[in-house]
C-alpha cells in the first residue's frame, strides 16, 4: 500500500511539474499578445507574476528547497486568491476568458489534491470567489476595467485557442496518467494471478515426486461424484504401494528410497494416459485416476509393469509394486469405493506382491 502511496505522489508531482511549465508558456504567450493587442501595461503584471510564481515553483521543486506538497497547495491558493480575481477585473470581467482558466483550475485541483477534505474546500473557495466577482461585476460595474470592442474581440480570438490547448494538453495528461496506471495495475494484476497460480500448485503438489498430493486426489474425486461424471464417462481408480519399501529404505538408504519414489511416479506419468490424476496418497502409497476403462487400463498397466521391471534392473534394486484397480460404477459411493479397491490391493499383496488385482 505505501509503495502505491507513492507513485501516485510522484505521479501527482510530475503533472504538477507539468502545470507549472503550462503557467510559465501561457504567461509569456499572453504578455507578448497583450503588448501586440495594445493592452495597457497593467495588463500583463498579472502575467508577469504568473510567470515569475511557477517559474520559481518550478526551481523550488527541482533543489528540493520546500515540500511539494506545500508548493501546490500555496500556488492553488495564489491562483484562487489573487490570480483569478485580479484577472477578473483587470480583463473585463465575465466577457472575458476568465471562466475558462478557472475551468483549468478545477479539473487540476481534482486530480492533484487527494485529501477529500483539502481538495473540497479549494474548489468551495473557487465557486466562492467565482460567486463574489460575479456578483461584485453585476452590482458595481465601475470596478472592471473596461476595454474596446476590438481589443476584446482580439483577445478572446487568441486566448480561446490558448485556453482550448492547454485544456487539451492538461487532459491529455490526466489521460496518460490514468492509462500508465490502468497497465501497471495490469501488470500487477497479472503477477498477482500467476503468484496464485503457483501457490495453488505447490499446494497441490508433493514436494518429492511433484506429482499431486492427498488434498489434490480427494477433490478431484470428490467432483467425480459432485458431477456424477462417472454416469456417462469410463473412470478408473487405481492404489498402488511399493512393495517391501521399507527394506528399500533401511538396505539403501532414505535418498535411494526417495529416487525410487520418483522414478516410479515417473514412469506412471509416462505410461499411463495424459488425462489421468497421479498423486502420491502416502508415504509409498499412490493413487490414480484414470480417465479409462478397466480394460484399457490394464493395459497401461502391463506396460507400467514391465517399466518397473526394467528399472529394477538399471537401479540394481529389487522394485516391485502391487496395485488394485476398479472401475467407478453406478452406485457407488466415495467410501464404499475405497473399501473395495484398497481390500483388492491387500489381495494382491497376499497372492505374492508384484502384480495387480481387479475388481
Given at each position: 500500500m505505501q509503495r502505491n502511496y507513492e507513485l501516485n505522489d510522484n505521479l501527482e508531482n510530475k503533472i504538477f511539474k507539468i502545470i507549472l511549465l503550462f503557467g510559465i508558456i501561457i504567461s509569456l504567450l499572453n504578455i507578448v499578445i497583450n503588448y501586440l493587442i495594445g493592452f495597457s501595461l497593467i495588463i500583463n503584471l498579472k502575467w508577469i507574476v504568473m510567470a515569475g510564481i511557477s517559474f520559481f515553483s518550478l526551481m523550488?521543486?527541482?533543489?528540493?528547497?520546500?515540500?511539494?506538497?506545500?508548493?501546490?497547495?500555496?500556488?492553488?491558493?495564489?491562483?484562487?486568491?489573487?490570480?483569478?480575481?485580479?484577472?477578473?477585473?483587470?480583463?473585463?470581467?465575465?466577457?472575458?476568458?476568465?471562466?475558462?482558466?478557472?475551468?483549468?483550475?478545477?479539473?487540476?485541483?481534482?486530480?492533484?489534491?487527494?485529501?477529500?477534505?483539502?481538495?473540497?474546500?479549494?474548489?468551495?473557495?473557487?465557486?466562492?470567489?467565482?460567486?463574489?466577482?460575479?456578483?461584485?461585476?453585476?452590482?458595481?460595474?465601475?470596478?472592471?476595467?473596461?476595454?474596446?470592442?476590438?481589443?476584446?474581440?482580439?483577445?478572446?480570438?487568441?486566448?480561446?485557442?490558448?485556453?482550448?490547448?492547454?485544456?487539451?494538453?492538461?487532459?491529455?495528461?490526466?489521460?496518460?496518467?490514468?492509462?500508465?496506471?490502468?497497465?501497471?495495475?495490469?501488470?500487477?494484476?497479472?503477477?498477482?494471478?500467476?503468484?496464485?497460480?503457483?501457490?495453488?500448485?505447490?499446494?497441490?503438489?508433493?514436494?518429492?515426486?511433484?506429482?499431486?498430493?492427498?488434498?489434490?486426489?480427494?477433490?478431484?474425486?470428490r467432483n467425480i461424484f459432485k458431477e456424477q461424471q462417472h454416469l456417462d464417462k469410463a473412470i478408473t481408480l487405481i492404489l498402488f504401494d511399493i512393495d517391501n519399501f521399507k527394506e528399500i529404505n533401511d538396505n539403501y538408504g532414505h535418498d535411494i528410497g526417495d529416487q525410487v519414489l520418483i522414478k516410479l511416479t515417473a514412469e506412471l506419468e509416462k505410461t499411463l494416459p495424459d488425462n489421468s490424476l497421479i498423486s502420491r496418497w502416502g508415504g509409498d502409497e499412490f493413487a490414480v485416476i484414470c480417465y479409462k476403462n478397466e480394460v484399457e487400463a490394464q493395459k497401461n498397466l502391463d506396460t507400467y509393469y514391465q517399466n518397473v521391471e526394467k528399472l529394477s534392473q538399471r537401479m540394481d534394486i529389487s522394485i516391485t509394486v502391487s496395485a488394485g484397480l476398479s472401475r467407478l460404477k453406478k452406485g457407488d459411493q466415495i467410501q464404499a469405493l475405497f473399501k473395495r479397491v484398497d481390500d483388492i490391493l491387500y489381495k494382491s499383496k497376499e497372492d505374492g506382491k508384484a502384480r495387480y488385482t481387479v475388481a
Open positions: 523550488f521543486i527541482r533543489k528540493a528547497v520546500f515540500k511539494v506538497y506545500y508548493l501546490k497547495l500555496g500556488y492553488y491558493l495564489f491562483l484562487i486568491f489573487i490570480f483569478l480575481p485580479f484577472s477578473w477585473f483587470q480583463s473585463g470581467g465575465s466577457n472575458n476568458n476568465s471562466l475558462s482558466y478557472i475551468f483549468l483550475i478545477l479539473i487540476s485541483i481534482t486530480f492533484l489534491f487527494k485529501r477529500f477534505q483539502l481538495r473540497n474546500n479549494l474548489i468551495f473557495s473557487l465557486v466562492a470567489v467565482f460567486m463574489l466577482m460575479f456578483s461584485l461585476e453585476y452590482f458595481y460595474p465601475e470596478l472592471l476595467i473596461s476595454h474596446s470592442e476590438e481589443s476584446q474581440f482580439y483577445d478572446k480570438l487568441v486566448q480561446t485557442p490558448i485556453v482550448l490547448l492547454a485544456s487539451y494538453l492538461l487532459l491529455l495528461q490526466f489521460a496518460n496518467a490514468y492509462n500508465q496506471e490502468k497497465s501497471k495495475l495490469g501488470l500487477s494484476t497479472k503477477k498477482l494471478r500467476l503468484a496464485n497460480k503457483k501457490l495453488k500448485n505447490l499446494a497441490n503438489r508433493d514436494p518429492l515426486t511433484k506429482k499431486y498430493n492427498r488434498r489434490a486426489f480427494d477433490q478431484e474425486i
